[in-house]
């Protein structure tokens, strides 16, 4: 399938919390989280005191698997060709970032049953 070239840089500077780059980048299952500024880092990290900051070079290498949008948006409500996605691109983003915040509160779900069920293991063992 033939793609739209997004026209970016092949190397952008992002940042990155102190820890993540010191311990996790390259090890962490679940990703790393990378940011355009430093306040955009403050903002959503809430350990960056602690953690320190880090600037890195992000560059690009190739496509280990290519885009496809169909498969991108098999759960949309529309399909969009390529002028479409970048005559829409606001409300493609807006639809991913609905998804993406069904995601989060999953994740916000299953963090309060952790949280939970280690209370009561902490009441439980404090009533021993």
């Known amino acids: 399938m033939a793609k739209t070239k997004v026209k970016k840089p092949r ?9 993540d780059w ?5 090890e962490a299952a679940d990703g790393n989280s990378v940011y355009p500024d430093v306040k955009s880092l403050q903002k959503y990290r809430s350990c960056w005191k602690g953690c320190g900051v880090v600037k890195c070079k992000l560059v690009f290498d190739s496509w280990i698997i290519e885009e496809d949008r169909k498969e991108m948006f098999k759960d949309s409500t529309k399909s969009y060709s390529s002028e479409e996605f970048e005559k829409n691109i606001d409300v493609i ?3 991913g970032a609905q998804k ?9 779900k299953e963090q309060e049953s952790k949280i939970e069920f280690i209370k009561n ?3 439980n063992k404090e009533k021993k």
């Open 93 to 95: 983003r807006f639809e």
């Open 121 to 123: 293991k902490i009441e």
């Open 22 to 26: 010191q311990y996790e980048v390259g």
């Open 11 to 19: 190397e952008v500077e992002v940042y990155i919390d102190g820890t």
């Open 100 to 108: 993406h915040l069904g995601w989060l509160k999953e994740k916000i």
